[in-house]
């Protein structure tokens, strides 16, 4: 019994030693790469990773390799890629162990990412889009943005849509939660790196909300009615009622000259004579 609970503890520590937990809140923001430690030992080792235009090979930055800095200077030439603009991760390491990389995104838009605000109607979501100046200088209308959309919880590659200044997305589930990321669109090839995951709840219709407020005024009005109805019945209506809760057998006729028999006893000798008077 010891050994096989000792064999399971000891199976769960090889577990949780063999996964390094990835760094998070990585952030691309005027050529520079930020990102927080997830594991607070002191000898982990990050990497940051990029991606060309128009390949799927990541290759390491050779100056943040195995560093442990938490940021890396990441500016890129038009000679290393289009217009100066990659895609960028970073994993961990320590000891042996290599974490699982993590994309990283901007948050208020960049040269190489678009700046994004979410707008949500009941059924529809729409994305408003600014493409840096510096790159429709560049590229005029053949730079437009890539719209990835899901429902919260959900991968978000699966499904999307492009456009330029705004993308409406539609027949989406009322009361959902939406989440959206953008990346620049060049030829029918991503470019750069995503904006930060956003997400809005999309709001019930107003058809959908007059229909509650209409079944809660009914409920008011009914729960009304019946207080009513109760009420006017206690008031009107109690002697009615204490009529049917009465006895339905009729009373002895002596019970109701008991009185006089009582009397009778208390006082015999008045009593004597008026009931002989009687
Ligand atoms: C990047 O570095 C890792 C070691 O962390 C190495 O395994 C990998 O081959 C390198 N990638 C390239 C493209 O050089
Ligand atoms: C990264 O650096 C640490 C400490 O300098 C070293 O122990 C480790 O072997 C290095 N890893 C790689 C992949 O170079
Ligand atoms: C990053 O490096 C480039 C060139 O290597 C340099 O021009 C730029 O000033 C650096 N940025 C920062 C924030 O250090
Ligand atoms: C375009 O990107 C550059 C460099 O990141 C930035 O300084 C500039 O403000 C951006 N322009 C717009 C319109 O966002
Ligand atoms: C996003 O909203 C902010 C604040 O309301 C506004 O200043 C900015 O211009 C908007 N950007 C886009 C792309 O619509």
Redesign the pocket.
């Known amino acids: 019994m010891l050994l096989v609970f000792l064999s399971i503890q000891l199976f769960v520590r090889v577990l949780s030693e063999a996964t390094l937990a990835p760094p998070y809140h990585i952030r691309v923001?005027?050529?520079v790469i930020t990102w927080s430690p997830a594991a607070e030992d002191t000898d982990v080792h990050y990497t940051v990773q990029y991606r060309r235009f128009g390949s799927t090979e990541w290759e390491n930055v050779s100056h943040c390799f195995n560093t442990s800095f938490i940021s890396c200077n990441v500016t890129f030439t038009k000679e290393d890629s289009e217009s100066g603009c990659v895609g960028l991760r970073v994993q961990a390491e320590r000891r042996g162990l290599t974490s699982r990389p993590v994309e990283a995104c901007s948050r208020l838009?960049?040269?190489?990412s678009p700046?994004v605000n979410l707008t949500s109607r009941p059924g529809s979501l729409t994305a408003y889009l600014?493409i840096?100046?510096?790159?429709v200088h560049e590229y005029g209308g053949h730079i437009q943005n890539r719209v990835y959309y899901g429902k919260e919880g959900e991968t978000l590659e699966k499904n999307y849509k492009d456009g330029a200044s705004s993308v409406s997305i539609y027949g989406l589930e009322e009361g959902s939660l939406y989440c959206v990321k953008v990346q620049y669109l060049l030829d029918g090839e991503v470019l750069g790196t995503d904006s930060c995951i956003q997400c809005e709840r999309i709001p019930q219709s107003a058809k959908g909300s007059h229909l509650t407020l209409t079944l809660v005024l009914v409920g008011v009005l009914a729960g009304a009615l019946v207080i009513l109805t109760i009420v006017y019945v206690l008031i009107f209506h109690l002697k009615t009622i204490k009529l049917y809760l009465q006895p339905p057998y009729t009373i002895p006729e002596h019970f109701l000259y008991r009185p006089t028999i009582i009397h009778l006893l208390s006082s015999p000798t008045e009593d004597m004579e008026d009931v002989r008077v009687d």
């Open positions: 923001k005027s050529g838009g960049d040269t190489c700046e600014r840096n100046s510096s790159m």
